[in-house]
């Protein structure tokens, strides 16, 4: 290739290499009607007001540190998007190929806060609390309802209305008391 014909295509060559790039997240806008972040791209340059486009129905606020992925309309570095951020300081790493999970950065094997779909058509849910509706009423407090109301309950029999067993009041108690130590 002649050196004339390089020199012309140079400035589209460094067009085309400053389309896509990744960097490093330093701030998050979430007041506004589309998340806008501030991030470090290349040799320290610092580009803000970025727009950062999620997926309709998942709102994710990221912490600062974590990387995204940038692309730059015809390699300007002011109009750019931010198409994905991904912090690698929270990954699980323990999935199994096709499995699923929403996590946050409380998450750990050891002590989970996500919502996982895994092999066997099976969903769990990680977390010390679950909310449901307005929030007012927390699972855990409505099996503790349940066990209450379960322990005065009465079975019928040949004899009529009976209490439940020792046994089964017992076993409700320990499972009641395990729900305490769950909620706190």
């Known amino acids: 290739m002649s050196v004339e014909i390089k020199r012309m295509l140079a400035p589209l060559k460094r067009a085309i290499y400053l389309i896509i ?7 998050v806008n979430n007041a506004e009607s589309t998340q806008k972040v501030q991030i470090t791209g290349l040799a320290d340059e610092t580009i803000t007001d970025v727009e950062r486009f999620q997926e309709y129905g998942f709102e994710t606020y990221p ?14 570095r002011e109009q ?7 912090d690698r300081r929270y990954r699980p790493k323990t999935l ?18 996500n ?5 066997g058509k099976t969903a769990s849910v990680g977390g010390t609390k679950v909310e449901m509706g307005d929030g007012t009423v927390e699972l ?16 019928m029999t040949s004899l009529g209305p009976q209490l439940l067993d020792a046994a089964t009041q017992t076993t409700l108690g320990l499972i009641q008391t395990d729900l305490g130590i769950i909620k706190v």
Do not use: C
């Open 21 to 27: 790039g990744r960097a490093i997240l330093t701030v």
């Open 63 to 76: 912490e600062t540190g974590a990387e995204a992925l940038a692309v730059f309309i015809n390699g300007n």
């Open 80 to 86: 750019g998007i931010v198409v994905t951020i991904h």
């Open 96 to 113: 199994a190929e096709g499995e699923t999970m929403q996590y946050t950065k409380w998450h750990t094997d050891s002590v989970p806060h």
């Open 115 to 119: 919502f996982y779909l895994k092999e």
């Open 140 to 155: 855990l407090d409505l099996f503790d309802q349940l066990i209450d109301a379960l322990k005065i309950a009465t079975v």
